[in-house]
C-alpha cells in the first residue's frame, strides 16, 4: 500500500515548485506564489479521482473525520455508530467533537455488519461512520438504507482504500461525506494530510471554513475576513499539498502493481482447505492494498501468524493481537485515560464498554490475517512471498 515506496522525481518537482517562490502556506500570498497552488492542485485532481463535486484537504485523516462530521453538524451528546475493528483515529476524531463513539460488530466484509448499527441506533445517534478497512467495503446499499430509514448521516472512512470502488463508484464518494488520509502508510502519501470528500455544497462550505479557523475565505485579504462560526486549524501545507499531487497522478499505476502483487499471493493459498477470504460485497472491487484471509481458528491464526513472523514474512498482521485496530487492546479508551476531563455522556458511555463482549467480532478478527501488499517488490519477492506462505500455512492447518 504504501506511496512512499515510490517518492521519486516527480515528486521532487512539485516540492521544488513550492521551494522556489517559498510559499508554503495554501492561502494568500497571491503575489509571491509565481501561478503555484498546489494544495487547490490537488483539491481539483481528487475532486477527479473521486468523482465527487467538493474536496478540502486537511492535515491528516483524523482531522478529515473530525471535520466530516463537525461539517455536518455532528456535536456534543451525539453518538456515531463506528466499528469495533479499524484504527484509533476513529473514536479520536469522535470524541473531538465531544461525541460519543457507539462500537458495533463487524461481520465477513470486516466492517460493520447493518443487522448490529441497526441494533444500536436510539434518539441520540447522528451518524453511522463505516470504515472501509484494508483495501475494500462493507455493504454500502444495506447500510445506506438504515441511515436514509432513520435520516442518520453516512460517513465514509475510506482512509485505507483508496482506488477501490461499489458499482463503479469510488470508495468515499458513496456517503453523505467521505474521508482519507495520506499519511506516510498510505496509497498515495502527501507526508502528512488528508482529505473530506462530499456532493453536498453546504458541508464543504462548512469544511472550507471550519478546518482554517471559521475564516470565510471572501475576497483575497486574510485580514479582512470574517468568521460565520468557531473553527480550528486543520490545514495542510503547500509542501505536503505537493508531494500530494504528482503521487495522486501515479494511483492508476499504483493500484495496477498492487492489483498483481495481490493476485499472486491469493492464488498461492487459495486452494489450501481452511483458507477462506474476506467476503467483498457484490459490485464491489478492492483497491488490492491489502490480502485478507480467514484461518479455521484462532489457534491456527495465530501459529500461522507466528510462523510468518519468524520466517522473513513480514507485513502481515493478525489483528486480534494488535494494539491499534482492533477494540480488545484499547484500554486507554475503555479505561478513560484521558489528560483532561471528559462529559459524564462520554464516560457513560465508556464506561459501559469495558463489560461489553464482542463474540462476532472475535470470531472474524480471531481468524484473519492481513498482508500488507508493498509496491516495491519484484515479481521475483511476490512468488517467493507466496510459496512461503503456502507452505507455512499448510504446515500449520
Ligand atoms: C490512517 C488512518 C486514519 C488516520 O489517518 P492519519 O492521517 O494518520 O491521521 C484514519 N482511519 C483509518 C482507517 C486509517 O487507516
Redesign the pocket.
Known sequence: MPGFELFGDLERKEVNDVLDNGVLMRYGFDGMRKGHWKAKELEAELSDTFNTNHVQLVS????A?SVALASAGVGAGDEVIMPTF??V??FEAILMLGAIPVLVDIDDTLTLDPEAVEAAITVKTKAVMI?Q?CGSMGDLNALQAICSKHNLLFVE?A??AIGGTYEGKPLGSIGDLGCF?F?FV?TITCG?G?AVITNNEAFYQNADHYSDHGHDHVGNDRGAETHPFLGYNFRISELNAAVGLAQVRRLPEFIAIQKKNYTILREAIARIPGVTFRRVPKGGEESYAFLNFFLPDLEVARSVSEAFKTNGVDTCFHYYDNNWHYIRKWDHLKEQKSLYPLSKAIKTALTELQNKRFPQSDHFIGRNISCLVKLSWTEAEVRERAFKMASLIKAAI
Request: charged share 20%; net charge negative.
Open positions: 491528516s485523516g483524523t482531522a473525520v479499524t484504527f483515529a476513529s470504515v478497512m472512512d482512509c485505507q488520509s499519511d498510505k502528512e488528508g
